[in-house]
Structure formats: structure tokens, C-alpha cells
């Protein structure tokens, strides 16, 4: 084990080191070393107080203003009150019962200031914040060591707060720079004037200015680009070196007969991917390809296409969806557009034709093992279905083709499990209904092959999206549910989107929440405890109670029915099915409905808490309306005031549709670790300096890099560094980073 490895208990003991492993998951040396500062502060530039977000926890460095001690009227104790400026807008900490802390808590002096954001009396808080002073007239160790630099400000926890976090940082700087290896081949940091990683790590924990902070973060951006373009790179090399079964749709077969009864024509982007997936399909080596664009752009319609021609070669193709829900819609989809053509050796079918199957895990023992059936002797052509695929007793007779829909809800052993049970390896289709930035797919999905799809087909009606405050204006959302009863009076449906089902557990928690804030400010005065319970946030709306309210209120008398994860299979389908065919006026439901859903004749949408939800996934439940001949409608209810952080979010989006700007903003608001890290993969990021919407250039020239050496060496037998480096990307234990899964 080397010294980077080596547990952090040795180096700032047990209690420290559990705390780190719990509050930030830093464990090893390697891992302190590597929790580079979020940002930097100098001496005398205070932090802007007007844009903390309430329950962030936050570091801010601030001049006291003003200090009061305050008795509690009729009982033992007092609260002090401490107001911080930045110049411009203020921020209070309370402290209970430490009237003790007037002594160096004194007007003029300014400070680190870290603790969770709170709100009381409409006013940001902080309750009895860490804090360090770094005016005080004999100074403490850890202000000197702040003097004449940039002051680092890590991402903390309230255990942990920022200036606690850079003296474990030193220490392990102090003790085990030394140790630490040069993953980047030495002519390549030569090439591109790069510093040494010792170097650089002592940077970017201790800059003596931008210029030194710069150095560093353009060697660290190296590293995390380079590192994880070897990663993908092994991995193409890996794929084009399988073989595979050339896949070519035979004239007069099958996809002619499909394409000769479309009711419309193809848009020039659909016939262009679709030229493309072909020349992969009539190649020896299989396919990677990833298919991704705007919200009813007819990916769905260009992976069938595919599928089409493998079974025109005498092959089988199977569509992975991850829920029941979407496995579902996409069945019905595909036989609605094949018609007889999907009833292949059935009495009334094409004689051109195949049998299309669903597989899900819920499905009844008789329909199950037809399913298995048709799939192990060959009648079936097409497969489509959940995780259900993949189980040891799902065979196939000569599998040909895997597309995976919304890849990033799978992991890549799961891809894999798939893909082996073809005799040769499949070809590959990974499609994304949520619009992916150049550079993030190139960084995520870097050992496929991209096709975009950016043009809508003919017919689509434009949906016009407004933000509707439901707090500032009671009225708009009184509007909001007379435009829904106007859309059905046209004969038209609409869809209430809500975030949960309607369980009790949030609201337990959210109950369990404020009996922890009282029990923390049971020494405010009674109006206190009154704003604390005013203060406190509510929990999501959900799907049961909101479907009550409007059969009871505004929508009474319209068919309004629910549809959320946790309803039975066969209900979910008879659902969606009524739906469909018009029987149900008003669908209410969780996101279960965020992709490929499709009915033409639904024409609005309402979304409850919107800000509850990310940019790209309001993008995607917007997509569901406008899908016919009428205009959609999104409207985006939120209870958040103006001008914060979510009402900008909502705002972006009412403000276009188009999804690749949109998940810009997207990524630009959450950062790439949200995106590519824990959430998505089940890893935690790497990506700490490098941003993939601002270093393309950086991550373009690592990609050129690591496939040229990754030719030379393969196996990096050269490179023993480097591959230590990537055995700590790529856990055994953990999805694949670079698969998103």
C-alpha cells in the first residue's frame, strides 16, 4: 500500500478521520490531497452575502457590524446576535446562551464564518456558526498562515468546517508531498509545459497568488482529462478489435415495406443518422454508437429503423427501457407503427414480417414464457423490456442489435450482461432523450460514436412555457387550471406533474425536521418559534393528495385518474392505455411519464413544485405535450420569490426550447459532479478542475494524447503510474465512471 493510500487516522486521528469519512468521504491521504478548494478569498475581499442559498452550507468571510446580547424575557438565558456585512448585505448568526463570545466578537473585526444558511423572519441565518477571526490583535496560528495569500475555502460540512479542513490539508502536505507519483508520461508534460503534481498539489492548497492557483489547476485539469480519455480510449480500442456480424437490410424486405407505409416522410436529420447506423451495421466490428436530441426529434422511430434491418439480415434486436412504464409505451409504439408487419407467422400477418415481444419482470407466467419462447427460437425478432432482459434463462437465437433508451439509468455491467448474449457481440445503440453539450458527451460517452438529432419533424406544434408564482400570485394558478378545463372543453388531455406519490414519509421527515429546529431554538422568543414553523418548507406536492384537491376544486367533473410508480403493473398499463385512447381527461402522475410517453392529443401540462426539478428534466416532461397538431401549453408552478436561484432555473426554461441549451444551463448550475459523479454512476467524481463546457480544447488534445499512447501501449506496461491512476477511476467495485450508469 503506498503512502497516498494509507488511512487518514494515521495522520490526523480517529476522531478527525471519522469525521472526514463521514461528512466528505475522504479517506486516505490521497483522497485529502486531491479535495482541491472551491474557491479563493484574499485578506479584505469579503464574500457576497446577497446569493447563499438557503440550507447550503456555506464559509463566508465578513466584517462584524454590529453585536447584541439579548435576555430571554421571563426564564434563564439570552441569544446573541451577531450582524456580518459584506459592504452591501448583511447575514446574522445567533448564538444560544454564549454571551461569553462578546469578548472577541467585536465590531470591526472580520472573520471565516461557516454554518448552514437558515431563515427566520425572512432573514438569512446562521445558528451558532464556526468561525475564525483573522483580525484579532495577537493573531492565532491559523491567521498567520492565512497572511499574505489567497485564503482557500473548501467544500466543508458542519462538522468540518473550511479552515479545520486546510489544516488536515497542511499536514498531509507537510508529511506526504514526497510520496506522491507522476501519472502523465514525462514527454507529454514536456509537450504541453505542464508542472509536476507535487508542484502542482502545493499549488493549489497553498497559492502565493492567481498565478500560482492557475499553474496548478491547468496541470490538474490535465490529469482528470487525461486519465479518463485513456479510460475510454482502452475501451475503443477493446470494441474495434471484437468481431462482429455485418447486419444489411435486404431490398424488398422488411424495412422497405415499413418505410413504404410511413405516413410522413423522414426529416433530412433522420435519414442522415439512419444512413449512418447503417454503414456501422454492414461492418465486422460491432457498432458503438450514441443517439441523442431534442425532446421529439424521432430517435425512436430511427432505432426501430434499425432494428428493422437486423431482422432483415436474419438477426434478433432488443430495446432495454429502464421502467415498466416506458418498456410499455415503447411496445405499443412500435407495433401501432408496424401494424401487421409486427405479427409475423400470426393469422393476419405480414409475410414480411416479425413478432415484436415485451419482457418486463412483473409480467404473468403464461405471456412470460411465450415471451422466452419467441425469443429463444428466433419468431421473435424484436425484444423490448426492462432489466427483465437480461436474466441467465433470457436467450436469444442470433442477437444482432442492443439499444439501451436513457443509457444513463444503467450501468455498465448491465449493458454488458446484454451484449454477451449474442454469439458474436452485438452491435450497439445507446440513445439519451435529455440533450448532451459536445464536450459532455465527448467526455462521458467518449467510446461511442455520436449522432444528433436537432431537427423536429414535421407537424410538431410549438409549446409556449410560463412560470406561474403561485404564492405572489394566488391568481395565476386559479388561470392555470381554468387554461387546463379550456384545453379538455377542446377535446384535448392534459398531464399535473407532481414530485411524490403521496406517501406520508416526507412529511414525517419534514415533521422530524422542525421538532429538531425547535429543539435548537427552543430559547427564541415565542414569536421565534412561531417564524420557525412558518419558515420551515413544506414537502413536496404529490400525486394523490394534488389529484384529490382537483377532483374536489377546480378540474371537478372532469376524468381525472393517477399514474405513478408504485401502482401495479397491469394498473400502470390499463392507465396509460385509457389515456391513450381519450377515456381520461386529466392525467396526474409522477415523472414516471418524463420520456417516451406519447399522445398527440395531450396538450397541456402542469407542473407542481417545479423547481423541485432539474433543467433538463422540466425540458423532457415538456416534451410529452405539442406532440400533435395542436399547441402545447407547460405551465411551471412554484412557490420560490423572485429572483432566487430556482425562479432563474424555471425562467431558462420557459425562456427556450431548445434542450442543448438548456442542459448547458443545466450543467452550468449543478457542475459536472452532479451530472457525472455519485448521482449518475455510482462513483464519486473525479472531476474537480476540469469544467467539460469550458475545457474542450484541453479535453480534445487528452483524447489525441491518450489514444496515441494507449495504440503504443496498450496494456500501459510503460506507464505503471498512470495505470495505478486509472485502477483508482475504475474501482472493480463501482460502475464504470465514463458509462454514467
Known amino acids: 500500500m503506498g503512502a497516498l493510500d494509507e488511512p487518514l487516522t494515521k495522520l490526523v486521528g480517529d476522531r478527525t478521520a471519522k469525521v472526514l469519512a463521514d461528512s466528505l ?13 472551491r474557491r479563493y478569498v484574499e485578506r479584505g475581499q469579503l464574500t457576497s452575502l446577497d446569493e447563499l442559498e438557503i440550507d447550503e452550507h456555506v464559509t463566508v468571510l465578513a466584517r462584524i457590524e454590529k453585536v447584541t446580547l439579548i435576555p430571554f424575557r421571563g426564564r434563564k438565558g439570552d441569544r446573541l446576535e451577531v450582524v456580518v456585512t459584506d459592504g452591501r448585505s448583511r447575514l446574522s448568526l445567533v448564538f444560544f446562551n454564549q454571551g461569553w463570545r462578546q469578548k472577541e466578537l467585536k465590531a470591526g473585526a472580520q472573520g471565516l464564518f461557516a454554518g448552514k444558511v437558515g431563515v427566520f423572519n425572512r432573514s438569512r441565518q446562521l445558528v451558532s456558526p464556526d468561525y475564525q477571526l483573522l483580525d484579532e490583535d495577537t493573531g492565532s496560528d491559523a491567521a498567520e498562515q492565512f497572511a499574505g495569500r489567497l485564503i482557500p475555502v473548501y467544500g466543508a460540512s458542519a462538522q468540518m468546517p473550511s479552515w479545520k479542513l486546510s ?33 502542482a ?9 492567481h498565478a500560482d492557483r492557475e499553474r496548478a489547476q491547468s496541470r490538474l485539469r490535465w490529469d482528470e482529462a487525461f486519465v479518463l480519455q485513456v479510460a475510454l480510449a482502452q475501451r475503443r480500442a477493446a470494441d474495434s478489435a471484437l468481431p462482429a456480424k455485418p447486419r444489411r437490410a435486404r431490398e ?30 454492414a461492418t465486422e466490428h ?52 408496424m401494424g401487421d408487419l409486427a405479427e409475423g407467422g400470426m393469422l393476419g400477418g405480414s409475410d414480411l414480417g416479425t413478432r415484436v415481444v415485451l419482457l418486463t419482470g412483473s409480467m404473468g407466467v403464461p405471456a412470460r414464457r411465450q415471451a422466452l419462447l419467441d425469443m429463444a427460437c428466433g419468431d421473435a425478432g424484436i425484444a423490448i423490456g426492462t432489466h427483465a432482459l437480461i436474466e441467465d434463462k433470457v436467450q436469444f437465437q442470433d442477437l444482432g442489435l442492443v439499444v439501451v433508451d436513457e443509457q444513463h439509468r444503467f450501468g455498465v455491467e448491465q449493458r454488458d450482461a446484454l451484449r454477451a448474449k449474442g454469439e458474436q457481440p452485438p452491435h450497439l445503440l445507446v440513445m439519451t432523450a435529455t440533450p448532451i453539450p459536445r464536450t ?59 414530485p411524490r406519490i403521496g ?17 435548537a431554538e427552543e430559547d427564541f422568543e415565542e414569536v421565534a418559534d412561531a417564524g420557525a414553523e412558518s419558515e420551515e418548507r413544506r414537502p413536496p406536492l404529490s400525486v394523490v393528495e394534488t389529484a384529490e384537491k382537483l377532483v374536489r376544486g377546480p378540474l371537478s367533473g372532469l376524468r381525472v385518474e393517477i399514474l405513478h410508480g408504485r401502482l401495479a403493473p397491469d394498473a400502470k398499463d390499463e392507465v396509460m392505455r385509457r389515456f391513450s385512447a381519450g377515456e381520461v381527461d386529466v392525467l396526474v402522475a409522477t415523472t414516471v411519464i418524463e420520456v417516451g410517453v406519447n399522445v398527440p392529443n395531450s396538450t397541456a401540462m402542469v407542473i407542481m413544485d417545479a423547481d423541485r426539478f432539474g433543467v433538463s428534466q422540466l425540458h423532457q416532461l415538456r416534451g410529452r405535450v405539442g406532440r400533435g397538431s395542436a399547441a402545447g401549453l407547460c405551465l411551471l408552478v412554484s412557490d420560490m420569490p423572485g429572483g432566487s436561484a430556482a425562479r432563474a432555473r424555471l425562467d431558462a426554461v420557459a425562456g427556450t426550447l431548445d434542450g442543448f441549451e438548456l442542459s448547458r444551463i443545466d450543467l452550468e448550475q449543478r457542475r459536472e459532479g452532479d451530472v457525472l459523479g455519485q448521482a449518475q454512476s455510482g462513483v464519486k467524481s473525479s472531476l474537480k478542475v476540469l469544467s467539460v463546457l469550458e475545457d474542450e480544447e484541453v479535453i480534445l488534445t487528452a483524447r489525441t494524447e491518450a489514444t496515441r499512447l494507449v495504440a503504443e501501449d496498450p496494456d500501459l506496461a510503460a506507464h505503471p503510474e498512470l495505470r495505478t491512476a486509472l485502477e483508482s477511476l475504475l474501482d472493480e467495485d463501482r460502475a464504470a465512471y465514463m458509462e454514467k450508469g
Open 167 to 199: 489544516i488536515c490539508v497542511e499536514t498531509a502536505l507537510t508529511k506526504h508531498l514526497g510520496d506522491v507519483g507522476e501519472a502523465l508520461p514525462a514527454e507529454l508534460r514536456e509537450r504541453h509545459d505542464l508542472i509536476p503534481l507535487p508542484e
Open 201 to 209: 498539489l502545493e499549488l493549489i492548497h497553498r497559492p502565493r497568488g
Open 252 to 281: 424488398g424486405g422488411l424495412l422497405d415495406a415499413f418505410d413504404a407505409r410511413l405516413p410522413f416522410t423522414l426529416t433530412e436529420g433522420q435519414r442522415k443518422v439512419s444512413a449512418e447506423i447503417a454503414a456501422d451495421l
Open 286 to 337: 460491432p457498432m458503438h454508437r450514441l443517439l441523442q436530441g431534442e425532446v421529439g426529434s424521432g430517435k425512436t422511430l430511427v432505432a426501430l429503423r434499425a432494428m428493422l434491418a437486423v431482422v432483415d439480415a436474419g438477426g434478433q434486436a432488443v430495446l432495454l427501457a429502464p421502467t415498466e412504464v416506458l418498456a410499455q409505451q415503447h411496445h405499443r409504439s412500435v407495433v401501432e407503427m
Open 440 to 498: 459532455v458527451a465527448m467526455t462521458v460517452f467518449g467510446d461511442l460514436e455520436t449522432s444528433v438529432l436537432d431537427q423536429l419533424p414535421a407537424g410538431r406544434s410549438p409549446i409556449s412555457t410560463h412560470v406561474v408564482p403561485a404564492l405572489e400570485k394566488p391568481n395565476f394558478l386559479t388561470r392555470a387550471w381554468e387554461r387546463v378545463r379550456e384545453e379538455v372543453d377542446k377535446g384535448h388531455q392534459a398531464y399535473v406533474v407532481c
Open 503 to 519: 406517501d406520508e414519509e416526507p412529511a414525517a421527515a419534514a415533521k422530524d425536521g422542525r421538532k429538531k429546529r425547535k429543539a
Open 25 to 37: 468521504k475522504l479517506r486516505t491521504v490521497g483522497d485529502l490531497l486531491h479535495h482541491y478548494p
